[in-house]
């Protein structure tokens, strides 16, 4: 398990190589293709089966996790604090009978990892500016609402 952090774009994807589990090493030249794969894959499968796959994952470790299954975890896109320019981010979770009832925020990260994370945040705050503006959920959002008071 590679834990991606960060966003879903290309820019904003960050594989987290250092938490792989189990713990590999991997070299310096190694650490750069394995990333430069996940952030923009080569694949000649259509992404629209990656998607459909990614999505069947999480909702079967969604259901183990309400169905009260221990050690049910994901990377998910969700409402955050971890950074002040990103209100929501993808990051390590722990699902349960609630559904998201740990949120590992970020992990103790390399220099490259860290590196790349904060090159993708401000990519990552304009994508959730415009999906926001898209939405309308600015808008809608009582918590935006009071700050713009």
């Not at 991997?26 to 992404?47: V, Y």
């Not at 993808?90 to 609630?98: F, P, R």
């Amino acid at each position: 398990m590679v834990p991606v952090i960060g966003g879903y774009s290309e820019e904003t994807r960050v594989p987290v190589l250092s938490q792989v589990q189990p713990n590999v090493q991997f070299s310096d030249e190694q650490i750069a293709q394995i990333t430069a794969n996940i952030r923009k894959p080569k694949q000649k499968t259509p992404s629209g089966f990656l998607a459909a796959f990614a999505i069947s994952r999480f909702v079967i470790s969604l259901v183990k996790g309400i169905r009260g299954h221990k050690d049910v975890f994901e990377c998910a896109y969700v409402p955050s604090k971890v950074h002040p320019e990103a209100k929501y981010l993808t990051t390590l979770v722990q699902l349960g009978i609630h559904g998201v009832s740990k949120n590992f925020g970020l992990q103790e990260l390399t220099d490259y990892e860290q590196c790349m994370f904060d090159n993708a945040v401000t990519c990552l705050a304009a994508d959730i500016t415009k999906g926001e503006t898209y939405t309308g959920t600015e808008s809608q959002c009582p918590r935006a609402k009071k700050e713009k008071i």
